[in-house]
């Protein structure tokens, strides 16, 4: 049984700092797409990162572009996010996710359908 399980989130001030982190179980994950995704209360979920393969290089939403940095290490089969500078709109429930096949050197998921596996979720609050 595949798991993803974020932790790491929590209450920061703004312009502060927190890093996420995502372990998955049940298979690797080292040759498909993983990545992060928010959604603040009222809206819908959104991209916020992904690496779409281990040698493959991050990509991110033009809003956090700067600001967080994706990464991995397949050693431990776990997705991080750092996030600095935050905003009080970077608040919101933070999903980890994982493609369940591998896409083409060029695939660049971005979309929610494109992941097969999630994680419960993290909260991460930024007080102005």
């Known amino acids: 049984q595949v798991q993803l399980v974020e932790s790491g989130g929590g209450l920061v001030q703004a312009g502060g700092s927190l890093g996420l982190s995502c372990a998955a179980s049940?298979?690797?994950?080292?040759?498909?797409?993983m990545g992060w995704f928010r959604q603040a209360p009222g809206k819908e979920r959104d991209f916020v990162a992904a690496?779409?393969?281990?040698?493959?290089?991050?990509y991110y939403a033009d809003s956090v572009k700067g600001r967080f940095a994706i990464s991995r290490d397949n050693a431990k089969n776990t997705v991080y996010l750092q996030m600095n500078g935050l905003k009080p709109e970077d608040t919101a429930v933070y999903y980890c996710?994982?493609?369940?096949?591998?896409?083409?050197?060029?695939?660049?998921?971005?979309?929610?359908?494109?992941?097969?596996?999630w994680g419960q979720g993290t909260q991460v609050t930024v007080s102005s």
């Open positions: 049940g298979r690797t994950f080292s040759s498909n797409a």
């Open positions: 996710a994982a493609r369940g096949t591998v896409g083409s050197w060029s695939y660049r998921p971005r979309a929610e359908y494109e992941y097969d596996f």
């Open positions: 690496i779409p393969w281990s040698g493959g290089s991050a």
